[in-house]
T-cell receptor, first 114, second 112 residues
Framework: EAQVTQNPRYLITVTGKKLTVTCSQNMNHEYMSWYRQDPGLGLRQIYYSMNVEVTDKGDVPEGYKVSRKEKRNFPLILESPSPNQTSLYFC?????????????FGEGSRLTVL | GENVEQHPSTLSVQEGDSAVIKCTYSDSASNYFPWYKQELGKRPQLIIDIRSNVGEKKDQRIAVTLNKTAKHFSLHITETQPEDSAVYFCASLLYNFNKFYFGSGTKLNVKP
């Protein structure tokens, strides 16, 4: 089954404790991206990657890191989480054929930073 | 950078009526405009999209129109049904930067 898998789905952590949210897709998509969803703000892109070893900042990259060492995986790293990073996070992938198209989203990861 | 504005934030219609959600964008370099539906507690899923070389696209009860000159695009849902109740997001893709920008969402409530 074609899917985007995120882990963990729910996480409560404390300020400053490094964490990683994993994302994996089995559709051989070139494009992968991370979003945060906050009430009234919609979805905001954090980082995206056009292919292996190619990553770029989205609209709200501050406080986040990513890596793309393999085509199927695109982890989101919070080196020193702060309460303002409490949010619902989505990973998404897309085939490109030149430009990304339909985004296939994971189920989301709800993060709370105390 | 790009700015996508979406209206209204909430919309309540009677079953069978039509619903229209509007979005504007600021950067003329945007060239792809998808619409996503997000049911409560679920992930967003694409329902329809349009590229900048097309003015209108229709898929059964759903249609999207694009006015490049005015920089706005709209989602039209006809003969609404209770299962259309969800949050709808418009988005734009900024050409050459491969960045997606989303609107703030419209909560559609279809009353039976």
């Amino acid at each position: 089954e074609a899917q985007v898998t995120q882990n963990p789905r729910y996480l409560i952590t404390v300020t400053g404790k490094k964490l990683t949210v994993t994302c994996s897709q089995n559709m051989n998509h070139e494009y992968m991206s991370w979003y945060r969803q906050d009430p009234g703000l919609g979805l905001r892109q954090i980082y995206y990657s056009m292919n292996v070893e190619v990553t770029d900042k989205g609209d709200v990259p501050e406080g986040y890191k990513v890596s793309r060492k393999e085509k199927r995986n695109f982890p989101l790293i919070l080196e020193s989480p702060s309460p303002n990073q409490t949010s619902l996070y989505f990973c998404a992938s897309s085939s490109t054929g030149g430009r990304p198209g339909e985004l296939f989203f994971g189920e989301g990861s709800r993060l709370t930073v105390l | 950078g790009e700015n996508v504005e979406q209206h209204p934030s909430t919309l309540s219609v009677q079953e069978g009526d039509s619903a229209v959600i509007k979005c504007t964008y600021s950067d003329s370099a945007s060239n792809y405009f998808p619409w996503y539906k997000q049911e409560l507690g679920k992930r967003p899923q694409l329902i329809i999209d349009i590229r900048s070389n097309v003015g209108e696209k229709k898929d059964q009860r759903i249609a999207v129109t694009l006015n490049k000159t005015a920089k706005h695009f709209s989602l039209h849902i006809t003969e609404t049904q209770p299962e259309d109740s969800a949050v709808y997001f418009c988005a734009s893709l900024l050409y050459n930067f491969n960045k997606f920008y989303f609107g703030s969402g419209t909560k559609l409530n279809v009353k039976p």
